[in-house]
């Protein structure tokens, strides 16, 4: 706790000081608008925030980022929190003020829905995915899917009513939003913007990864995150911090050495992450096969 301590302070300290936050000003940290560019629930969350002279809403931002992040790191099993922090995609997140707090906290709770059989939560960890679905949308259909393998038809209905409940409530109070949300999405530019780093069409064949036997729960989730990241027309490297929460330390270490080859090969030399992801987890299946067929042979 005193490392946590040391780096939320650090955070707090650089958000007074430093002029971050750009994305958090103009898209997140505000009362909704027209044009936004995530789904209006979203701002269900953020709300609390917008209100707050800046640069405080980025700084209260980070510190609640910070805390999910380690608290998914925890939850999930990586003691390497230290490296997930300093990674390129929780740092890039942090410091544009962007919403990884979403999916790393949609991915946390999902995990423990499951396990807790919590099909009613479960509906607020696929929304919370869905507000990026450029890094989360593989993983809200992998948890509908266990959910349903779980609980059958009564566990989706459970998940699909609340769900509901909230996009109901977010059309009552800001209007027929998904129709702006639309429209945004197909004029902003997304994919031709300068920082995507999609390798679309060519990334949809790692969607061929999700057959690869999984070595264990997490390992599965490590190939859903990567694949997704691969097979989206657009994305960038702050979408990738959820995938960085169940990454061991060598491969944090690539992110950062990636981002400086950016300037020089282009921003879709980020995509190596999630592939070398995708590469270490076939390794490890193809390993394990061999091992189980060597202890049949003995």
């Not at 960038?236 to 960085?244: I, Q």
């Amino acid at each position: 706790m005193v490392a946590l301590s040391i780096a939320l302070f650090i955070w707090l300290i650089t958000a007074t000081i430093l002029p971050g936050g750009y994305d958090a000003y103009h898209f997140f940290l505000r009362p909704w608008w027209t044009g936004a560019t995530v789904p209006a629930y979203a701002y269900f969350a953020t709300a609390p925030f917008a209100g707050l002279a800046w640069p405080w809403p980025w700084a209260l931002w980070g510190l609640a980022s910070i805390g999910m992040f380690y608290a998914a790191c925890r939850a999930l099993g990586n003691r390497w929190w230290p490296a997930v922090l300093i990674s390129a995609p929780v740092l890039v997140n942090l410091w544009l003020g962007q919403m990884g707090l979403f999916t790393v906290g949609g991915m946390l709770l999902g995990w423990w829905a499951l396990r807790k059989g919590h099909a009613a939560l479960m509906s607020i960890a696929i929304l919370a995915l869905l507000v990026k679905p450029q890094a989360g949308a593989l993983l809200a259909l992998y948890y509908a899917w266990q959910l349903w393998r779980e609980q059958g038809w009564r566990g989706l209905a459970w998940m699909t009513g609340g769900a509901g409940a909230v996009l109901a409530v977010s059309l009552l109070v800001y209007g027929w939003w998904p129709s702006d949300f639309w429209r945004t999405l197909t004029t902003f530019g997304f994919t031709r913007a300068y920082w995507n780093a999609a390798v679309w069409p060519w990334g949809l064949l790692a969607l061929s990864a999700l057959a690869l036997p999984a070595t264990g729960e997490r390992a599965r989730l490590r190939v859903i995150l990567a694949a997704n990241l691969l097979a989206a027309p657009y994305v960038s490297v702050y979408h990738g911090a959820a995938l960085a929460v169940l990454t061991k330390s060598p491969l944090l270490v690539l992110t950062i050495l990636l981002v400086w080859a950016m300037p020089f090969a282009g921003f879709q030399v980020f995509q190596a992450f999630p592939l070398a992801v995708i590469a270490v987890e076939a390794g490890r299946a193809i390993i394990n096969r061999r091992a189980r067929s060597m202890r049949a042979m003995a």
